[in-house]
C-alpha cells in the first residue's frame, strides 16, 4: 500500500501504528521473517528521513538499497519517472521515496511497488507526521484535544501541510503563527505572543531558505518570531517545544533551548526510527 499522506489512515489505524512503535521503542523483539528489500530514493537531501528509514529497515533485519542523484544516471539526464520505473523492474518491497516536487507521485500511476513518500514539495510528510504524534502521545497520553501552535515557514513547509490536517482531525486546536512576508490568503494567522502561554505544544519550523523565491535577512527572526528564553518562561506548565529539525540554531530556538527540559526534538528523531520500523512492519 502506498504511503502518500495520512488522508486514509483513520484514527483506530494511526493508533495502531504509534503502538507499534512504542513495543519497539520498549524492546520488543523482532521476529520479522519478511526480510523485506527497501529501496531509499532521496531526490532531495535528507538525514533524518533517509537514514532514519535505513536504520529501521535494519533493525527489522531487511536489506536496503540507497539511491543517490549524484552517483547516478539522472545526472546524464534520465528522468525521475524512469529512474523510479528501474527501481520499480527490481522486484523491491518499498521505495521511500522524496522529491521536491509536490505531488510527485501523480507521474508513478505506473509503479507497482509500493511507495512510503518521505517528503512531496510543499506537500505532505506522512512519516514526520506519525512521529510527531508519538511524540505528542507519549507526553500527553492523547492526541485530541490539545492546543497547537505551528510557528515559522508554513508557506514552505510540508511538515505543516500534513501535520494541521491530522491534528485537527484528531480533534485539537492548530494555530498558525507566522511572520507577516511569508503569510498568504490560504490561512489564518495568529501573533505568537498572543496564544504562548496557551498552548500544549509548540511546533517549530525550519526556513526553508532554498524554497524562497529570494534571500530574506533573518537576523532580527529569533526576536519576532522564534523560541528564545523570554518566551520559555511563558509558556505553560507541561507545554513542549518541537522542531522537525534540521533547526537554525539561534534563528528559529536558541542554542540553550535545543535540548532544554521543554524540548522533544531529539526524541522526535529518536522517535523516527521506531515509527518507520512500525510503517516498514506494516
Ligand atoms: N525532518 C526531516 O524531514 O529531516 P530531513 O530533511 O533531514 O529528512
Known amino acids: 500500500m502506498n504511503l502518500f499522506n495520512l488522508d486514509n489512515l483513520s484514527r483506530e489505524d494511526i493508533m495502531e501504528v504509534i ?7 520498549e524492546g520488543k523483539e523482532v521476529d520479522f521473517k519478511q526480510k523485506k528489500l527497501i529501496g531509499n530514493l532521496f531526490f532531495e537531501p535528507s538525514t533524518r528521513t533517509h537514514y532514519s528509514f535505513d536504520v529501521a529497515a535494519n533493525r ?6 540507497n539511491y543517490t542523484e549524484e552517483n547516478s544516471s539522472s545526472l546524464k539526464g534520465e528522468t525521475f519517472y524512469d529512474t523510479v ?8 518491497d518499498a521505495l521511500v521515496i522524496r522529491h521536491s516536487k509536490d505531488r510527485y ?3 508513478l500511476t505506473n509503479i507497482k511497488t509500493p511507495i512510503l513518500s518521505g517528503g512531496d514539495g510543499k506537500g505532505d510528510h506522512p512519516t514526520q507526521s506519525l512521529l510527531d504524534l508519538m511524540t505528542i502521545y507519549e507526553e500527553f497520553n492523547t ?4 492546543n497547537i501552535m505551528i510557528v515559522g515557514d508554513v508557506t514552505h513547509s510540508r511538515v ?30 495568529i501573533n505568537l505572543d498572543d496564544k504562548l502561554s496557551e498552548v500544549d505544544v509548540i511546533m517549530l519550523l525550519r526556513n526553508q531558505l532554498e524554497r524562497h523565491a529570494k534571500s530574506i535577512d533573518l537576523s532580527d527572526y529569533n526576536e519576532k518570531y522564534g523560541m528564545n528564553t523570554k518566551r520559555a518562561k511563558q509558556m505553560k506548565n507541561g507545554a513542549i517545544i518541537m522542531h522537525p529539525a534540521p533547526f537554525n540554531r539561534n534563528i528559529e530556538i536558541t542554542d540553550d533551548l535545543v535540548e532544554g527540559n521543554n524540548s522533544r526534538i531529539f526524541k522526535q528523531m529518536e522517535n523516527g526510527v521506531y515509527i518507520r520500523m512500525a510503517v516498514i512492519y506494516n
Open 160 to 189: 505543516v501541510g500534513t501535520n494541521k490536517k491530522i491534528l485537527e482531525r484528531l480533534g485539537n486546536k492548530v494555530y498558525l503563527a507566522t511572520p507577516e512576508f511569508l503569510q498568504d490568503e490560504n490561512n489564518e494567522y
Open 143 to 146: 492526541l485530541e484535544g490539545l
Open 60 to 65: 527489522l533485519g531487511c536489506k536496503t538499497i
Open 19 to 25: 503502538n507499534l512503535a512504542i513495543e519497539f521503542k
Open 105 to 107: 507521485y501523480d507521474e
Open 85 to 92: 520505473k528501474t527501481f520499480d523492474m527490481y522486484n523491491l
